[in-house]
C-alpha cells in the first residue's frame, strides 16, 4: 500500500516536505457510524485516519471488528490508518474486553490488512507492546509507542525518556500527548520535541492538550511533530482544532517559514 | 486622544481584550508616499500605525517632519501612531541628521500631537532617553523603550534585563526584537516574555525576526507580547507577515484558546 509509512517519511521530510500530517480520529460505536464518519471526513482530505477502537462497540468481537476494520480500510482507500486501542488509563473509553484480547484483535486485524500503524501505549505490559511489535512487523506495517497525561505535563527530561523509551521498544514512531497547567508546559512539551527532533532518529507525534496546548496542535510540526490530530467530525481528546484551521494556519506557516520550513 | 494608551490597556487586558494588537510600519520616503501609504493601508483596519520616521527623507527640517506628522495624524483619525526613529546600528535606515536633532524633532512631534508613543533605543544616550521620556509624559503620550539585535538571540536572562532596563528608564512599554539562529532561539525569546510578562507590571512588545521568528508574530500574544508588526503595504523588518494572514491566525489562536485567552 502506497500510503504506508508516510508517517516515518515525514518523520524525515526536510524543506518543504509533506510535513505536518493531519490526522482526524474515527470514534463512531458501529460499524455505521464508523463509516459514516469516515464518509463524512474524507472529502477534507485528512492525510491519516486514526480508528479509535476502544470506542467500537464490538471491540469484544474480533471478526467484527476486523470486519468493519476491512470496510473502513476500503473505504479509506489511500489514506493510512492508525489502529489505535486506547486504555482507560490513558484517557481511553472503557470496554468489554481485556488486554489480552486487545493483543489478539490486534494481531487479526494487522493479519486482515486492517491498517498501517498500530498505536500502543507504553504503560502496557511488556508482553503486550511485544506483541504489538510483531504483529506489525509481520504485517510490514508500523507501530507508534505512545505516552498520555491528561492531568500534566513531566518535566522535559521526563518527555525526552518516553521517546528513547519508545525507539527501545522498537517502535517506529514515538508519541507523547500530555495536559499543560501553565504555558510554561506548553513550551516544555515543545522544547523537549525539537531536543527529540534533534537528537533521535525517529519522528515523533507530540502535542499539548487541552486550549493553552492547541498552540502545539497548530505550531508543533515546526519544532519536529510529524502529524497533528485535528477534528474531522468529532473531537477524540481535548484541544484539538478543526481540520480547516489547522490547514489554514499550517499554509500561513509555511508561506512565512519559506525555505526555513523542517 | 481616545486611542492613547492602547498598547498599555492591551498590556493588561485579560480574557478575550483586544490582544493582540497589529502594528503596520509606515516607511514613506515623501510626505506624499507616506500619506499614501496610510490611505492604503487604513482600510485593512490596523490597531496601530508605526511611523517609521528613519525612513524620512524630511527628517533633518523639523517644520517639515512636523508637518508631514500632522497631516499623517489627521488621516490617521483614532489609529494611534508610534514615531519611531531607528538607528542604524538596531537596523533603520542612514538619516541626514544627528542624534541630537531626532531628539528635538521628537520634542516638537510631540509638543505638536502628532503621536501617541515614542520610541526611544535603550542603547541611546541617557541624556537622549531621558529627553525623550520627559517630552512623552509633558504631551501625555507613552514611551517605548526599544532593543533590536539583528544578528543573534541573547540569552533569555539578557531579555529579561533590557525589559527591566525599559522599566528603570521610565518607559510606559518594552520592545524587544531579537534575531534566532535556531528554533531553540524562537523558544528563548517567547519564555523571557512569558517570564516579563509574569513578573514585570509593563506591556511588553517582543519578536524573533526572520522566517523562523515568524512564528512569534503569529503566537507570541499568548505569551505575553502586546503587539505585532506586519506589513500593510512594506515590510520594515524580516518576517513581518501580511496583516490578512496575521488576523487569520489570530482569529483561530483566539478560537482555541477559548477562555485560556491572555
Given at each position: ?65 476486523v470486519e468493519a476494520g476491512k470496510a473502513l480500510r476500503a473505504l479509506a482507500g489511500e489514506t493510512p490508518v492508525i489502529l489505535t486501542r486506547r486504555s482507560i488509563r ?29 498505536d500502543q501505549e507504553l504503560s502496557s505490559e511488556p508482553r503486550h507492546m511485544q506483541r504489538a511489535r ?129
Open positions: 500500500m502506497s500510503a504506508r509509512r508516510s508517517i516515518e517519511k515525514a518523520g524525515k521530510a526536510r524543506g518543504g516536505g509533506e510535513l505536518p500530517l493531519v490526522c482526524t480520529p474515527l470514534v463512531g460505536r458501529t460499524r455505521e457510524a464508523l463509516l459514516e464518519e469516515v464518509r463524512a471526513i474524507l472529502p477534507k482530505k485528512p492525510d491519516v485516519l486514526e480508528w479509535r477502537i476502544d470506542f467500537f462497540e464490538g471491540i469484544g468481537r474480533i471478526p467484527e471488528a490513558e484517557g481511553g473509553e472503557k470496554i468489554p474486553a481485556g488486554d489480552d484480547e486487545v493483543a489478539a484483535l490486534y494481531e487479526a486485524a494487522c493479519a486482515a490488512g486492517v491498517c498501517d500503524y498500530l510483531e504483529a506489525s512487523r509481520k504485517a510490514g506495517i508500523g507501530l507508534i509507542a505512545s505516552f498520555h497525561d491528561f492531568q500534566k505535563t513531566p518535566p522535559g527530561e521526563a518527555i525526552f525518556a518516553k521517546f528513547t523509551a519508545a525507539q527501545a521498544a522498537g517502535a517506529d514512531v514515538a508519541k507523547v500527548a500530555v495536559m499543560p497547567r501553565s504555558l510554561e508546559d506548553v513550551l516544555t512539551l515543545v522544547q523537549a520535541t525539537l531536543r527529540g527532533r534533534t537528537q533521535l532518529p525517529i519522528p515523533l507525534i507530540t502535542m499539548s492538550m487541552g486550549p493553552y496546548g492547541s498552540l502545539t496542535r497548530m505550531f508543533g510540526w515546526v519544532f519536529g511533530s510529524s502529524l497533528s490530530f485535528a477534528v474531522g467530525k468529532s473531537s477524540s481528546a481535548p484541544g484539538q482544532v478543526p481540520i480547516e484551521d489547522l490547514r489554514t494556519v499550517n499554509a500561513i506557516l509555511r508561506r512565512s517559514l519559506g525555505g526555513a520550513a523542517p
